[in-house]
């Protein structure tokens, strides 16, 4: 295969890892949800009490856009008053280190 053709599917390749990354962290919230479940699980109120700045229509879509990625998991229990909770899935707890290493952009660029 031409040394071209190989750097371009590369690039495509990497482009397409790179979207798909996009994909789960982009939005405003998504990255503070993901950080505030890092540790245990969390019900819905737990979450809605730690992003305060956030309305409830955006919470609400952001943690289902994160659970239909995988990236997060949801367990509703059938109780009264009625009890959602939610935890990183399997893939979202491996690639939590990663995402604790974005702050580190926030340290080299004091002045943003």
């Known amino acids: ?4 053709i190989k750097l371009e599917l590369m690039a495509d390749e990497e482009r397409l890892l790179v979207r798909k990354a996009l994909a ?3 939005g405003k919230w998504r990255l503070f949800i993901l950080l ?3 540790q245990k699980v969390r ?3 737990e ?4 992003l305060p700045d956030v309305s409830e229509k955006v919470l609400i879509q952001e943690l289902k856009a ?5 990236v997060l998991e949801k367990q509703s229990f059938n109780e009264a008053p009625p009890r959602v909770e939610y935890r990183l899935s399997d893939s979202g707890l491996a690639v939590l280190p990663m995402l604790m290493q974005i ?10």
């Not at 994160?66 to 995988?70: M, Q």
Request: glycine residues 6%.
């Open 1 to 4: 295969m031409n040394e071209k």
């Open 24 to 26: 789960i962290i982009s």
């Open 36 to 38: 505030n479940l890092r």
């Open 43 to 45: 019900r819905y109120s």
């Open 47 to 50: 979450i809605r009490r730690l």
């Open 66 to 70: 994160l659970v239909v990625l995988g």
């Open 103 to 112: 702050k580190e952009i926030g340290r080299h660029f004091p002045e943003a």
